[in-house]
């Protein structure tokens, strides 16, 4: 079954330190993997995603992740965290439909919440 | 666009009582997903539909809650009657049909039953 585990449930760094979160996944099959982002109150905005090709992705507000299949993960990273950054991070893992040319259901992990010390 | 437009964004209601959440897709988009976020459980899909059809409700909790899909352009769901343990916040997203890799999320409805 497909599931997503995201292993750390509070990360707390520094401004201007860099970031890491961790994902690994479980998925049948070669996965569409997404980083979103949730501020209070407000709904969740995808920071980037791995469909296919170069294994390291470019995402908005200076985000990066790295697919490496042979560990089932997609590692979010940014080398010099803003207080802006303050956020909770969901990584998912998407089920692909139509034959593989169209994005299904999401599966989320639990959340990684990013605090940000001044 | 405007995005995914769910309504209301804030809802209280009393035990019993029957509540509607309303999501208004991206125009185009031919999937729909109702997503439910609680402390408990995180997100999880209640039910997704494709060209107004439902494809997969097996996140759907029980029998008291129902959602349909009239058409392209509008989504409901409903619960009835509601109990505490149903607050959550409920969003929904959308996606274009083929070749699309992206779901857009609302800005989601915190459902609150006292």
């Known amino acids: 079954a497909q599931s997503v585990t995201q292993p750390d449930i509070h990360i707390t760094v520094s401004e201007g330190a860099s970031l890491e979160l961790r994902c690994n996944y479980s998925y049948g099959a070669t996965p569409y993997l997404f980083w979103y982002v949730q501020s209070p109150g407000q709904g969740l905005q995808l920071l980037l995603k791995?469909?296919?090709?170069?294994?390291l992705v470019q995402g908005i507000k200076g985000f990066e992740a790295e697919f490496k299949r042979s560990q089932s993960s997609f590692n979010l990273r940014k080398p010099s965290v803003h207080w802006s950054d303050a956020a909770e991070y969901f990584c998912a893992v998407g089920e692909a439909v139509d034959r593989g040319s169209t994005l299904g259901r999401l599966y989320f992990g639990r959340g990684t919440q990013l605090t940000v010390w001044p | 666009d405007a995005g995914v437009i769910q309504s209301p964004r804030h809802e209280v209601t009393e035990m019993g009582q029957e509540v509607t959440l309303r999501c208004k897709p991206i125009s185009g988009h031919d999937y729909l997903f109702w997503y439910r976020q609680t402390m408990m459980r995180g997100l999880e899909l209640l039910i997704y539909?494709?060209?107004?059809?439902?494809?997969?409700d097996s996140g759907m909790p029980e029998d008291r809650f129902s959602a349909k899909m009239p058409n392209a352009s509008f989504s409901t769901l409903k619960i009835q009657p509601s109990e505490p343990r149903d607050s959550a916040v409920y969003f929904c997203?959308?996606?274009?049909?083929?070749?699309?890799?992206?779901?857009?999320f609302g800005q989601g409805t915190r459902l609150t039953v006292v």
């Open positions: 539909f494709n060209n107004n059809v439902p494809i997969d």
């Open positions: 997203a959308s996606s274009l049909p083929m070749t699309s890799t992206e779901a857009f």
């Open positions: 791995y469909f296919s090709g170069d294994t």
